[in-house]
């Protein structure tokens, strides 16, 4: 293209405005980073601070029934399922440094696939171990006084019925589109680079 | 290596190139930072097995192709193809020309004219894409002719 020369030269007038000077640009990268370690560092007081509580209540409070311990065991299961779900989002780091485009296309594809699956799985397990520790607790409160038990084992399912069965789902399905929709998309661009 | 001498080393040619690939000042802009922040997290751990330039352009190309919402052609009818593209034209006008023709070009041929009108080498560039070097050759030929058509229905350059 005899042109090639004219079009660089117009490219290369480009003005970057807005961009910070080097100084700039590490301090804001410094920020950032410290307000990524201030979001673990939260996330882990007020976590420190859920399980510190109720393991106060597990000493202070002494149930007579087993299932109420039993109860608050799977919900601090719960509780560290959706704590490392957390953590590992904080964490996640993409590998863009050592891979070519193309590489790297494959690999966006089969990680955003590992990540729902991922998710999925946490999702049904920690949504278990909280529904199933959520009623057994219940129990040693509500037992003496019949209506009491009917009214809270009814509402509890009730509200347990409708996360697992109607707003689950439908986030579920959401998700599911919008990740069909970004692997086609990275399949194509990746599709791009075997035609010439 | 010291992360202020490759920044101002690489701050604008990267920023162009996510420029021709975004076409959206702001979008390059973000996506120059995300690339440095990439490049400070891992310049510990680089260790030569490429280039520093490659090991930048492959940092900034992937995070514009994981900026998968934004990688969407502009529709042709966002050039104004019934404008006479004028020789004299200011400089900007003929960037703005140039970066809607890139914008129309598929997102992977984005990024190899970006990086070739960054003078970097056929070599590199396939380095960086991951096509062997005969590939990117013909693939680099194949949008020269895109662009070359566009800008002749457009006008020509002196």
């Not at chain 1, 780091?93 to 790297?104: C, Q």
């Not at chain 2, 990024?111 to 396939?126: G, N, R």
């Amino acid at each position: 293209m005899d042109n090639l020369n004219d079009i660089k030269q117009i490219w290369h007038s480009a003005k970057a405005p807005g961009l910070p000077t080097a100084a700039e640009a590490a301090g804001a990268i410094r920020k950032f980073r410290a307000g990524k370690r201030l979001k673990i560092a939260l996330l882990l007081f007020f976590t420190l601070a859920c399980v510190a509580t109720m393991t106060s209540v597990l000493f202070n409070y002494h149930s007579h029934l087993i299932s109420t311990r039993l109860g608050e065991t799977f919900m601090f299961i719960a509780m560290f399922i959706i704590l490392g779900h957390s953590l590992k989002a904080l964490y996640r780091t993409t590998a863009l440094s050592n891979m070519t485009n193309e590489t790297f296309l494959l690999y966006l594809k089969n990680e955003q696939r590992k990540l729902f699956q991922f998710q999925q799985r946490a999702q049904v397990i920690g949504f278990a171990f909280a529904a199933i520790g959520l009623l057994l607790y219940l129990y040693e409160g509500v037992a003496d006084n019949i209506s009491y038990l009917l009214f809270a084992y009814a509402g509890t399912m009730i509200w347990i019925s409708l996360m697992w069965f109607v707003v689950r789902p439908r986030a579920l399905k959401k998700k599911h589109l919008e990740l069909e929709q970004r692997i086609e998309r990275l399949e194509k661009i990746s599709a791009q680079l075997n035609n010439y | 290596m010291i992360f202020e001498d490759l920044y101002n080393q690489y701050s604008q040619k990267i920023f162009r190139v996510c420029m021709g690939y975004v076409n959206d000042h702001e979008k390059a802009r973000d996506l120059t930072q995300e690339t440095f922040i990439a490049v400070w997290q891992n310049l510990a751990s680089f260790r030569n097995e490429a280039s520093v330039s490659t090991w930048i352009f492959r940092i900034a190309t992937n995070n514009c192709l994981k900026d998968i919402r934004h990688s969407k052609k502009i529709p042709t009818t966002d050039m104004q193809a019934d404008v006479p593209y004028l020789e004299d034209e200011p400089i900007d006008h003929k960037l703005d020309f140039l970066y809607k023709c890139i914008s129309e070009l598929e997102e992977t041929d984005r990024i190899i004219i970006s990086l070739l009108l960054e003078d970097l080498p056929q070599s590199e560039i396939a380095s960086i894409v991951g096509l062997s070097e005969g590939n990117t050759r013909v693939k680099i030929h194949r949008i020269k002719e895109k662009l070359s058509t566009k800008f002749n229905q457009h006008g020509q350059f002196e």
